[in-house]
Structure formats: C-alpha cells, structure tokens
C-alpha cells in the first residue's frame, strides 16, 4: 500500500496530489497461479495499484470501491471458494462467501486507514469518503445476518466471576456473558458497537501458554521426551492445574464444562450412525491416534515420577477431557518474538463460532500493550451475540472437536470425491486441480447447461477424461453426448454415495446427544448428496433437450 505522490509512468498523465491504494497477490499464497488467472479473467495482474484523483464525487468513488472489492475478493479466497468459484458465470460484482466479504472489505479498509495516517491535506476528503463507502457495504452485508440473541434466565455466578477476575488483571470488554437458546454460553454486546473498536482485550500474563509449563517442575522431565511438543506439555500441565485448589488458574477451570461433547466423546450408538461418512473415519483416526498418545506416556509418567504426575489426575478419560478442551477452546497466538503457539485464552472461550463473525482476526499479540485484542471486523449491536470464527471448517471437523453443527449454509461443507481416471489419464488430463470435491449445489449461481450447479473443474476434468477435443460448451452433437455420459457417470457416483448413507436401523427417537447431532451430520451429508443427484437428473433432461433441439436443426440442414 502507498500514497503514490509521482506522476505514473503510464500513457495517462497523474496529478501529483493524486493517490493509490495497492493490492497484491502473496507470492507465498499456494493458490497464487490460480488466483493469477483469476485475476487476469476480470482484467487485472498481480499487482494493482488503484489511482484516486483527489475530485472524485462520491459515484465515482464507489465505482473505485468496487474495482479494489473485486481484487480484495481474490486475494481472500481459499481452497474450496477458489475451487467452486471457477465458473464462467461468475461475475465481478458476486461475492464468495460471508467470510471473504468481509475480508475484503475489512482489507480495503486497513489500507486506506495507512494511507490516511500519511496522506496531504488534499487526499483527506478522498481517501475519508473511500472509508465511509466501504463502513457502508460492511453495514449492508452484516445487517443480513444481525440478530439479538435469545438469552435464557440462567444464572452466571461462575462465569460473572470469571469476569471480575480477568478486570482485576487487566481485561477490558464491551461484553457481558450469557447463556443463549440453543448455544450455550455466549458473549452480548452491552451497548452497539462498531467497525475496527476492540469488544475484548485480554492482558498476555493470564494467557495460559508454554512459558507456564517451563515454570513448573515437570517441564525438566517433560522437555527430556522425544518427540514431545507444547501443546502436549500444556495438556499434560491442564490435567494437573485443573486440581490444584491454589492455582492462579483456578477461577478459570471452574467455569470449564465436566464434558465437552465433542465428536472424540461419541457412544457406540452414535458411532454407528455416522458409519458411512467422512465424520465415521475423521473420529476413529482421532481417538486411536490420542490413544496411543496417551499409552506412550502414561502410566510410564506416574510411576517413574508420581509426585508430579499423581495417578488419579492421569486416567485416560481425564486425558480425553483435556484433548477436548484443548482442541474447542485453544487459540494459536502469534507473540511479538515471532513464535506461534496454542494457547487457552479465558475470557476469549466465552465467543461462539458463526458462519457470519462479527470478529475475523485475534491471533496476534500486540505488542505495544502486550495483550490480545479482539476488534470487530462487522458491527454488533447492543443485545446481540458476538461472534468469532474458529477457522475455515467443515461440519466433519466441527462435529468432532467442537461438538456442533453452525447454522446456515457453510460454503466449506465439502465432499471430496476418489474418482479413478486410469493409468493413461494424466496424459491428457490437464486441470489444475489435482483432487475434486463438491458440495450442496443450492450454493451455486449457476445452474445452466455445463454447469447444473456442479463445479466446473471437475466437470472439465471428466469431460477432458473421455474425450479431450470436446469439452467446448457449444451446443454440438459430439459435445453434448459427451457431456450426458459425464453426467452418467456423476450419476453413478452420488448413487454409491448415497446407498452408503442409508441405515434403516437409525434410531430418530433417541434423546442422547450424540446419536442426535450424528443423525443431523449425517441428514447434512444427505442433503449435500441428494443436491447433486437432483442437479446431475435436471442436467440430463436440459442436456437431452439441447441435443434434441441440435439433431432437429441438423436434420433441416
């Protein structure tokens, strides 16, 4: 980003007073190639450096607006928005995602905030109306999804006194604690706030994070194991901690549930629900590696040294306890020296996870204060829950370390796909994608003939795999033949895929927890599976019709 104050070198002479506001792809970013291209589709390079003449009306400042929108949104996407967003369709004013949105916007927003700190007189007004241009679309995109929260009348002494705790060593919040309908506990804002204020910031010394564990007298035995990392030292230091009546800590722990109920706490009735899905093979993987985890070290650690490690603090299911707390509530924290480490941060548990945050990023340390501060990227009005995102996750990977499913359509629900071209295809395959997924086809825009809602790299990839010269999306014969056994052959897949979901032993009437999320997980996978079975059965008939229609014009010549 820069306040450009020369003439540019292009054809166009510049005003000096005029100024810039750059955008670059991260050379760094693994999807950088595919984010090129992306870019060079709608007409810009890598590097962008948008030009405000210091006279722009305030049309012409949102059309600027529009154009480092457009960039921002590319520079934003991942994996499966990059993915599914490869379709010709797609035009510049659509937007990915909520998260990418409001990445973009935000973005947009902290450059020009850099160059307002250093700009002339002449560029204030300018550059002040880009930012009120941009405060508009976060408004108009956040107040879709702006909601007071149902707040129940349960009583929060413990976590009031958490609260009190965290004032007294420096916190500051704009938050109160409540429990909210069909979530738990939550965070209420307690008077309306806005873009960029700080809703919680929480002082670095009641973070709890490696420098405790090297403070303690099992850190010497602890270090000395192979292969043993900080984050296992921290959970190993929580098993403990939980139970010591002194602790600095302790006030914390009270608050912490006696379960979880994750995905890694899952009863064989509910395991037996999910046989057939991701989910099924996500938790066994989990549970046997934790579990020889836990055999390496324990009972070895309690014997050799049981008065650091006492035996009745180290049960497995105590240890299972902790990996759930530790994957739910901890938060990588990056510090001023650079380093990046999971930490439990109190207070900071209390914000639930949406598809629609009010708070996108809180992961590093600032310095100057030597806390961790949480600012809202969306506003959050007085009465309504605030919001964090936990990361870029599916259902699979929420259901099992954190134990629920978000509300709303998640654009990373996907389902990746083992699709066998043979031995021969990857001459003349040629996509840029090496793996293939899909995911509820309600979320496309495109539902047309070549598209049916399905992701365009993977159906370029089959059609490629069949026959290589006609995957053309014109309306000729050989082309839409070819595109009718793709679509047979997605057919055949989604079938298998949905016959592997079926269970007519499924217990709909059960009360416990977990057999009650799996069934919704898995009614999730159904959902997601019947979308494409519906798009692949609407495509033949649109596909049969064109071909109808060709033959017809073929045969008046």
Known sequence: MEIDNLPSASDEVRDVNDCSICLALNQNDHLFSKKKKLLERQGFKSENCIYLKCSLCSEEVDTVLKELVQIARIIHLNEPEMYFGEDDACTPADSYSPRNEMEALNTIISLVDICLSSCKPVQLNVLQELRKAAIRMIHKYGDVYSMEAKTLGDSCVKENSLLQWGESNGVRTSLKIAYVEGAGRG??????????????????????????????????????????????????????????ADSKFKVYFDTLPEAFNTGLSFGVGAMMTLDGTLLFGEIMQAKEHLREQYNELFPTLCNNHPDVFPEEYYSWEKFLWACELWYSNSMKIMFSDGSLTSCLVPIAGFLNHSLHPHILHYSKADSDTNSLKFRLSRPCRAGEECYLSYGNYSASHLVAFYGFLPEGDNVNDVIPLDIDFGDDASDIITSDWSTHMVRGTWLSKNQSIFHYGLPSPLLECLCKARCPELRTKLKLQGSLENEMEVLNDLLSIFDGMMENLEDVNEDRSSTEWDIKLALNYKDLQRRIVSSCLNSCRAGLKTVELALYECMEEDTRG
């Open 187 to 244: 965070a209420i804002a307690k008077e309306d706030l806005n873009v960029g204020d700080t809703v919680l910031e929480i002082p670095l010394d009641i973070v709890i994070s490696e420098e405790l564990v090297q403070k303690t007298t099992m850190y010497p035995i602890l270090s000395k194991i192979e292969g043993m990392s900080s984050e296992t030292m921290l959970l190993i230091w929580s098993m403990k901690e939980k139970h010591i």
